[in-house]
């Protein structure tokens, strides 16, 4: 079970789907020479680089956030028995860990009362629905789901193009339900929960900012995958719509956070997930907090 931490009145911890080797870096960071990859090996590894397989260590998981009042869950990594043959290692899925390590947390599916999308990609929606009887229906039943309106209005579109089965069975599903809200990437939902906005990734992708300036922290989302794009911010992944927009996000979010006692709670990097940055010649580090 993750411990979590502590900011003020909230309580932040993980939900772990699964933390593996997946993807291998030169193909996942397109400008990333092997040159380069070799110079920061030693550092990488183990724990953001698998020594065994080369392939970048990630871990896909939620953050809870818990307030005085409501129980917020940010992102929904992949989901089971989602048809997803471009991801065969996420294809019809059939794990128990996430809704295990919810558990462990003392939480149910009913507990939840917010969803907050950071964008709405395949490791970042796939829980919220479930299978029942056939057919997708949310896996929260009491909680409202917020997505950034103008993130939904760029997949809907997509999806009119060109059918997505994320969008068909992890996104329409909870809309057709009745349960979201579409909000601005300015939404704020109280003075210790609020979105701001981090284009790139994804064109109206947002990050969410938690408790109060002294005492905060930002879960990240994808702004950033891997610790070498701290070091490097300027290296973007394969799947950022605008690779020049995400470098330029991610080095003003580090600009931001650096040598400040703001934690920031990554969506992919390896366990714990979390650390305060630190300058790094021309870049980045992030300094674990346990």
């Not at 579109?157 to 809200?181: I, M, N, Q, T, W």
């Not at 284009?199 to 990050?207: E, I, L, S």
């Not at 002294?214 to 605008?242: C, F, K, N, V, W």
Request: charged share 25%; with cysteine; aromatic share 8%.
């Amino acid at each position: 079970m993750d411990k979590g931490f502590q900011l003020g009145e909230l309580t932040i911890q993980r939900v772990v789907e699964e933390e593996r080797p997946i993807f291998d870096p030169l193909t996942f960071f397109p400008t990333l020479t092997s040159e380069l990859l070799a110079e920061n090996r030693d550092w990488l590894q183990p724990k953001a680089l698998d020594p065994e397989t080369g392939k970048l260590m990630l871990c896909i998981q939620s953050w809870v956030v818990r307030t005085p009042h409501h129980n917020i869950l940010i992102d929904t990594c992949v989901g089971n028995d989602k048809t997803r043959p471009n991801h065969p290692f996420w294809h019809q899925m059939k794990s128990e860990a996430y809704m295990r390590n919810l558990a462990a947390l003392g939480l149910g599916v009913g507990d939840i009362d917010f969803v907050m999308c950071t964008h709405l990609h395949v490791d970042h929606v796939g829980w919220n629905t479930r299978l029942e009887n056939g057919r997708w229906v949310p896996s929260f039943p009491k909680a409202r789901y917020l997505f950034a309106k103008e993130e939904y209005a760029h997949w809907e579109r997509e999806h009119a193009k060109a059918p997505s089965p994320v969008f068909a069975d992890s996104v329409l599903p909870v809309v057709e339900a009745g349960r979201v809200d579409f909000v601005t990437n300015d939404y704020q939902m109280n003075d210790l929960v609020k979105l701001e906005s981090t284009p790139g990734h994804t064109p109206d992708h947002v990050a969410v900012r938690l408790g109060k300036k002294g005492a905060d922290a930002l879960a990240t989302g994808d702004l950033i995958h891997s610790p070498l794009q701290a070091r490097y911010p300027e290296i973007s992944m394969r799947a950022d719509s605008d690779p020049v927009q995400a470098a330029a996000t991610r080095r003003r979010v580090m600009e931001c956070a650096c040598d400040t006692s703001t934690i920031l709670c990554f969506g992919h990097f390896p366990s714990p997930s979390r650390g305060r940055i630190k300058r790094w010649g021309n870049g980045f580090r992030a300094e674990a907090v346990d």
